[in-house]
């Protein structure tokens, strides 16, 4: 584990503005936008190197969502 710690210590600074949990609605758009072209890049081929990628990106903005979008109520 020591290993794969200290090799993502060392790419981190490079994924560091692609992968983080948004805070702002700046920050948000930014993970939209990046998740519009991985879409665009893997498609839906799950073996494609960039799909867990994509499934991160995608579940950040889930979170950010679920937690700052109201939900629309019907009347």
Do not use: C, N
Request: glycine residues 2%.
């Amino acid at each position: 584990m020591v290993t794969e710690v200290q090799t993502a210590e060392r790419v981190w600074p490079a994924l560091a503005p692609l992968v983080f949990v948004p805070h702002t609605e700046s920050e948000y758009q930014r993970l939209v936008r990046l998740l519009d072209a991985l879409i665009d890049i893997v498609g839906e081929d799950e073996s494609h190197p960039l799909a867990s990628l994509m499934e991160v990106i995608g579940v950040l903005i889930e979170k950010y969502e679920d937690e700052q979008v109201p939900e629309i109520t019907a009347l």
